[in-house]
């Protein structure tokens, strides 16, 4: 059995050892798989060395609750953002909600529980990240091969009909073709070309990360694998900065390396950059509140700035931006604003 054919591994959080027993056994007979833990450290060591597809986690627990929980995996395990929460609950009050919902938890549960409820919640919330995933995976395969398709030939001219910026790279890691949009940018300028045009970026602690992002991806495209990265580039004189997205385009193993294996997407540096608040809640499935601050995001990455734009809190901000994490599948908000500013993109590739 391969890891994309197990039944789904839920983790259950809870302090009350029948009450925990109760739950994995329901789970178990429904054929899940199951962790157990006993408290909120004992969950966290056993995320050591594992990786749940959902987590049901009580809130109140002796030591670190449930909210120190949700807290230590959303900032420490970027891997397991699209990992649902669902918080078992005594307390029903709709502050304790909102609080939870603040802090990133998808659902609640309240005890004493109603066992069918919470394996029809368990369906529901899996179906649902496997809906998105399915989808990513569909998008960025229909955009890696619509540019490794490419040749000299003349067909990258439709390159320069798109607004992002866009630069292609060969199996050797050198530049084969940089669009209109990009050099608009400045990248024929500030990308600076060292030797058969290898790709540079005029900040050295930002061409590390641009490097180390080329190198690994590269290594994965020629290996026939999939991998994107995102990438934070400033520009010189504390002229801005530009959101990036390194992405193999998965050739075959016997592609020529004179081929298309690597896209950088770029986006404008210093236009305020609009994108359709339609088309991301079409391609990620986006709600509308959602859409609005992806597309704030696309203009500014500060979120005070998102969050004084749209009159709302940063906390509230920051509840949106988890929930953007897990519909587009990013882990990190560099990524997340590449993926939306490629998402016009990709609709026009399709």
């Not at 591994?9 to 789970?27: A, F, S, Y």
């Not at 609080?99 to 998808?106: E, N």
């Not at 994107?228 to 016997?254: F, I, R």
Request: hydrophobic share 45%; charged share 25%.
């Amino acid at each position: 059995m391969t890891p994309d054919t197990a039944p789904a591994l839920i983790l259950v959080v809870e302090d009350e050892k029948d009450l925990r027993g109760d739950i994995i056994e329901e789970l178990q007979d429904a054929g899940y798989r199951t962790l157990a833990a006993q408290d909120g450290r004992d969950a966290l060591a056993l995320l050591d060395g594992a990786a749940p597809d959902l987590v049901l986690c009580d809130i109140t627990m002796p030591g670190l609750d449930g909210y120190g929980v949700l807290r230590a995996i959303r900032d420490q395990r970027p891997d397991l953002s699209t990992v649902p929460f669902v918080f078992l609950t005594a307390l029903s009050e709709p502050y304790e909600v909102v609080q939870g919902k603040l802090q990133g938890a998808d659902d609640y549960l309240v005890k004493p529980i109603d066992y069918d409820l919470m394996l029809a919640t368990i369906a529901a919330r899996l179906r649902q990240v496997g809906r998105i995933r399915s989808r990513y995976d569909r998008e960025l395969a229909t955009m890696r091969r619509s540019l490794s398709g490419l040749s000299s030939g003349g067909a990258e001219a439709a390159l320069d009909l798109i607004a992002l910026g866009i630069v292609l790279l060969d199996g050797h890691g050198k530049v084969l073709h940089i669009n209109r949009a990009a050099r608009q940018m400045g990248v024929d300028t500030d990308l600076r070309h060292a030797g058969q045009a290898t790709l540079r970026w005029p900040d050295p602690l930002s061409d590390r990360e641009l490097q180390i992002a080329l190198s690994g991806t590269l290594k994965t495209a020629k290996a026939g694998g999939d991998k994107t990265a995102g990438v934070m580039l400033h520009l010189p004189q504390e002229a801005g900065s530009v959101q990036g997205l390194v992405c193999s385009l998965a050739p075959d193993l016997d592609t020529p390396p004179a081929r298309p294996h690597l896209a950088l997407f770029l986006s404008a540096p210093f236009e305020r950059r609009q994108v359709c608040e339609t088309v991301l809640m079409d391609l990620f499935g986006l709600t509308p509140t959602e859409a609005r601050v992806a597309g704030a995001l696309a203009r500014s990455t500060r979120a005070a700035d998102v969050a004084a734009e749209l009159g709302v809190s940063q906390t509230t901000i920051s509840f949106h931006m988890r929930n953007l994490f897990q519909k587009t599948g990013t882990h990190r908000q560099a990524d997340l604003i590449a993926l939306i500013l490629a998402g016009p993109m990709m609709v026009q590739a399709d």
